[in-house]
Nanobody, 120 residues
Framework: QVQLVESGGGWVQAGGSLSLSCAAS????????MAWYRQPPGKQRELAAV???????NYADSVKGRFTISRDNAKNTVYLQMNSLKPEDTAVYYC??????????????WGQGTLVTVSS
């Protein structure tokens, strides 16, 4: 019913920047929170940043001051601007959205993940 498609991952040297985007499509009535999670190699998935429909944001301490999450509600898209990247930011980044579909039920939707590799 609802699909999240991510783009923008890749390889970058430490200190560099990358930008991720995630577009939602399908039978969408509205979207509440949108978030970026990440899963480093051999570790559990963790929340990196979240943004509410009103634009309020929250960040993991490890990315605060370096990452910026934003969204375009008209395009059902969330972005993650990542600056001053560190090797420990290497992970698969997943987009997540709390979606209210046309039938008025709620879905917790995940993207397929995009790999970000930061070399030292």
């Amino acid at each position: 019913q609802v699909q999240l498609v991510e783009s923008g991952g890749g390889w970058v040297q430490a200190g560099g920047s990358l930008s991720l985007s995630c577009a939602a499509s399908g039978s969408i009535f509205s979207i509440n929170d949108m978030a970026w999670y990440r899963q480093p190699p051999g570790k559990q998935r963790e929340l990196a940043a979240v943004i509410t429909s009103d634009g309020y944001t929250n960040y993991a301490d490890s990315v605060k001051g370096r990452f910026t999450i934003s969204r375009d509600n008209a395009k059902n898209t969330v972005y993650l601007q990542m600056n001053s990247l560190k090797p420990e930011d290497t992970a698969v980044y997943y987009c997540n959205a709390d979606v209210r579909v046309i039938s008025r039920s709620y879905l917790d939707v995940w993207g397929q993940g995009t790999l970000v590799t930061v070399s030292s």
